[in-house]
């Protein structure tokens, strides 16, 4: 079964410096695909980035990049230069491959993210 | 484009009384997904239709939940006998296809069971 697993419950950190949130996964499949999600204050659920299994490249988009280290299963997210309003919560989450009888989405337990001016 | 709309934004329901929930997805998204959230459960999986088939619904407590998905721009779900411990707040998401593709998510509805 896969399960995903984010170690840190909460993050502080001052604007304009770059934070960096933990996430580690397990899977059977060989193939998979990694996602970071965040959550507002209004609970709106926001898609960030993705890394998909067998790509050896980093993903990066806009100030969000991700150090994806296969052979740890471990797919971290960074953020550079925060500002006041990336604080919420970061949500990691995995889906499978090749299992196409499911789409099931399966999400860490979040890391709340403050960032302090 | 609008995003995923889910009405209603907040219910409060009596115990034992049904309460029905509504997905809009993104056009032309063809998998439609129900999560539920909670503070002791986190986000938790339901049930997932594809071109409006029910595909997995290993995550729906099999008495009192149900959904449909009775056209391609509709999805419901509904709870019936409603209990406190059903309180959370329901997500719904679309994605446009199978397997790897993105999930983008409503604001969800929060219900209230008292």
């Known amino acids: 079964a896969q399960k995903v697993t984010q170690t840190q419950t909460s993050i502080s950190v001052v604007e304009k410096t770059t934070v960096t949130m933990d996430c580690v996964y397990e899977?059977?499949?060989?193939?998979?695909?990694l996602f970071w999600y965040k959550q507002t204050a209004s609970g709106e659920i926001v898609f960030l980035i993705r890394?998909?299994?067998?790509?050896?490249e980093n993903a990066t988009v806009g100030h969000y990049s991700l150090n994806f280290q296969k052979p740890k299963s471990s797919i971290g997210l960074i953020i550079t230069a925060t500002q006041i309003e990336d604080s919420a919560v970061y949500f990691c989450?995995?889906?499978?491959?090749?299992?196409?009888?499911?789409?099931?989405?399966?999400f860490g337990d979040g890391t709340v993210l403050t960032v302090k001016p | 484009n609008a995003g995923v709309i889910q009405t209603p934004r907040h219910k409060v329901t009596g115990k034992g009384q049904e309460a029905t929930l509504w997905c809009e997805p993104i056009s032309g998204h063809s998998a439609v997904f129900w999560y539920r959230q909670t503070i002791v459960q986190g986000l938790e999986f339901l049930t997932y239709f594809r071109n409006q088939a029910p595909i997995d619904d290993s995550g729906m407590p099999k008495e009192r939940f149900s959904a449909q998905m009775p056209n391609q721009s509709h999805s419901t779900l509904k709870i019936q006998s409603t209990q406190p411990q059903d309180s959370a707040v329901y997500l719904c998401?679309?994605?446009?296809?199978?397997?790897?593709?993105?999930?983008?998510f409503g604001e969800g509805s929060r219900l209230i069971v008292v």
């Open positions: 890394q998909d299994s067998y790509k050896k």
């Open positions: 998401a679309s994605s446009p296809g199978t397997s790897g593709n993105t999930l983008y």
């Open positions: 989450a995995m889906r499978e491959a090749y299992n196409t009888n499911t789409g099931k989405l399966t």
């Open positions: 899977t059977r499949d060989s193939s998979y695909f």
